[in-house]
């Protein structure tokens, strides 16, 4: 079993920067890939980043870069950094977990936060 929780969302103007942080703690294992995902308003919802706890890192082509993931496996945490934010970057953002080694973002992660909540303003 995992819990995973996300923190760091919040308001920010267009251009600004917000870093995300997802806390999951339960087995090891059970926690090899870790994902970012959002739910934008009228969108379904996209993997954005994942990475493994051997460093093997995957952003999506629709954030253009602009969203390096990192982890501190020590920690048990996964961060997301959130650059040049666009008002179509607004939306909640969940974390997710999963011992798959195939570290997609297909959504079958058994274990997720409750999310946390962008918005971007223009």
């Known amino acids: 079993q995992v819990q995973v929780a996300e923190s760091g969302g919040g308001s920010v103007q267009a251009g600004g920067s917000l870093r995300l942080s997802c806390t999951a703690h339960?087995?090891?294992?059970?926690?090899?890939?870790m994902g970012w995902f959002r739910q934008t308003p009228g969108k379904a919802s996209e993997g954005i980043a994942t990475?493994?706890?051997?460093?093997?890192?995957a952003s999506a082509a629709s954030v253009g870069g602009r969203f390096p993931v990192s982890r501190d496996d020590a920690k048990g945490i996964l961060y997301l950094q959130m650059n040049r934010l666009k008002p179509e970057d607004t939306g909640m953002y969940y974390c997710?977990?999963?011992?798959?080694?195939?570290?997609?973002?297909?959504?079958?992660?058994?274990?997720w936060g409750q999310g946390t909540q962008v918005t971007v303003s223009s």
């Open positions: 339960g087995d090891v294992h059970s926690r090899n890939c």
């Open positions: 990475m493994t706890r051997d460093g093997s890192a």
């Open positions: 997710a977990a999963s011992a798959k080694v195939v570290c997609d973002w297909d959504h079958s992660f058994p274990y």
